[in-house]
């Protein structure tokens, strides 16, 4: 079946960039997403792509698509200790499907 | 806007209780879904609804049903509890537009003993 595949863990200084990766099997997926979850709450929609995108850019985010390799990432431009918390990658499971397929997200951690 | 919120927020069960969670939207979403969250496991989905009186089996849908009577609401329920579903549970609903954006709640922290 599909699967969403990222690292558990990655820890920053304060200021310097975070590059978060993610690897996708569906090649049939429309949307890719970022979501965020700081501790002890839900998830919150950080970004998402379409799969016909190479590149989005949001502020201080920086979403790569690179749909040959079926590889994801986010970078986060001069991290903030307020941006520790767990990042999931997910992908829709097919062009007419309601489910979303996430990774196990990685524990980003900003030391000061 | 209350979004989506979830009842109640923490709970102790013991094995072979039985529960129901709710979860409440104001946003007219068509679509709900269950989660739980289990260290180092990411989310898995539990049942979903595609609209009222519909629900559907997710990836782990043992040990728990599902009802959307009303449009709003989604109930979990555990007929008889076991200490394997000790777990953070979600509830999150969307539409197909707006690329499909799904809305968590904030968590029902579940521990069965």
């Known amino acids: 079946g599909e699967d969403v595949e990222q690292s558990l863990f990655l820890s920053v200084r304060e200021g310097d960039s975070s590059v978060i990766n993610c690897t996708y099997t569906d090649s049939s997926s429309t949307y890719l997403y970022w979501y965020k979850q700081e501790p002890g709450a839900g998830l919150q929609l950080l970004t998402y792509?379409?799969?016909?995108?190479d590149m989005k850019q949001d502020q201080r985010l920086t979403v790569l698509l690179n749909k040959k390799d079926k590889h994801l990432s986010l970078r986060i431009a001069d991290t903030q200790t307020g941006d520790s918390a767990i990042y999931f990658c997910a992908e829709i499971e097919g062009a007419g499907s309601y489910q979303l397929t996430f990774g196990k997200g990685t524990k980003l951690s900003v030391i000061p | 806007n209350a979004g989506v919120t979830q009842t109640p927020k923490f709970r102790v069960l013991k094995t072979g209780q039985s529960m129901t969670l709710l979860c409440a939207q104001d946003?007219?979403?068509?679509?709900m879904y269950w989660y739980r969250q289990d260290p180092g496991m990411g989310l898995r989905l539990i049942h979903y609804s595609v609209g009222e009186g519909t629900t559907a089996k997710g990836e782990v849908p043992d040990g728990y049903n599902v009802s959307r009577l009303k449009k709003q609401n989604f109930l979990l329920g555990l007929e008889s509890a076991a200490p394997s579903q000790t777990s953070v549970y979600f509830c999150?609903?969307?539409?197909?537009?707006?690329?499909?954006?799904?809305?968590f709640g904030p968590g029902t922290r579940l521990t069965v003993l």
């Open positions: 946003m007219n979403h068509e679509y």
């Open positions: 792509i379409f799969s016909n995108m």
């Open positions: 999150a609903s969307g539409n197909r537009r707006d690329y499909n954006e799904q809305f």
